[in-house]
């Protein structure tokens, strides 16, 4: 029961840091250069998807971290941090809106780039 209870705390920790960081990139000014591209989310999401893919082969192959770390950062602070159900609701926004270029590009764009994200993160840390 202790362990559950810490892997628990763990994973509530990481989310708690993980939700500010990404509250706090999206008050960042970033946006506005972009239109109404929504930057803040695609930049979110690009990120997670690199460090999910680069910390899944340091954690696994390079750096030995406890199971709580390892929860703490991968399910906790990246499962906050990452935004996929604020980018379903951006894209239907846009959809709704009559914006279906911008819809699409967003899209395809984040889907492709998440995937390099994960790819770049995955070789980066095979290297070490």
């Given at each position: 029961?202790?362990?559950?209870?810490?892997r628990?705390?763990?994973v509530?920790?990481?989310?708690?840091?993980g939700?500010?960081?990404?509250?706090?990139?999206?008050?960042?000014?970033l946006?506005?250069?972009?239109?109404?591209?929504?930057?803040?989310t695609?930049?979110?999401?690009?990120?997670?998807?690199?460090?999910?893919?680069?910390?899944?082969?340091?954690?696994?192959?390079?750096?030995?971290?406890?199971e709580?770390?390892?929860?703490?950062?991968?399910?906790?602070?990246?499962?906050?941090?990452?935004?996929f159900s604020t980018?379903?609701?951006?894209?239907w926004d846009?959809?709704?809106?009559?914006?279906?270029?911008?819809a699409?590009?967003y899209?395809?764009?984040?889907?492709?780039?998440?995937?390099?994200?994960?790819?770049?993160?995955?070789?980066?840390?095979?290297?070490f």
């Amino acid at each position: 029961m202790e362990s559950t209870l810490l892997r628990i705390c763990s994973v509530a920790l990481g989310g708690a840091i993980g939700s500010v960081a990404r509250y706090l990139i999206s008050i960042s000014p970033l946006e506005s250069s972009f239109g109404k591209f929504p930057f803040h989310t695609f930049f979110v999401n690009i990120l997670g998807s690199f460090l999910i893919g680069f910390l899944l082969v340091v954690f696994a192959d390079k750096i030995l971290v406890s199971e709580n770390i390892r929860l703490l950062i991968l399910v906790g602070f990246l499962g906050a941090f990452t935004t996929f159900s604020t980018f379903e609701l951006e894209i239907w926004d846009l959809v709704t809106n009559s914006r279906y270029a911008l819809a699409f590009g967003y899209l395809f764009l984040s889907v492709l780039t998440g995937f390099i994200g994960v790819a770049l993160g995955i070789s980066l840390a095979k290297r070490f």
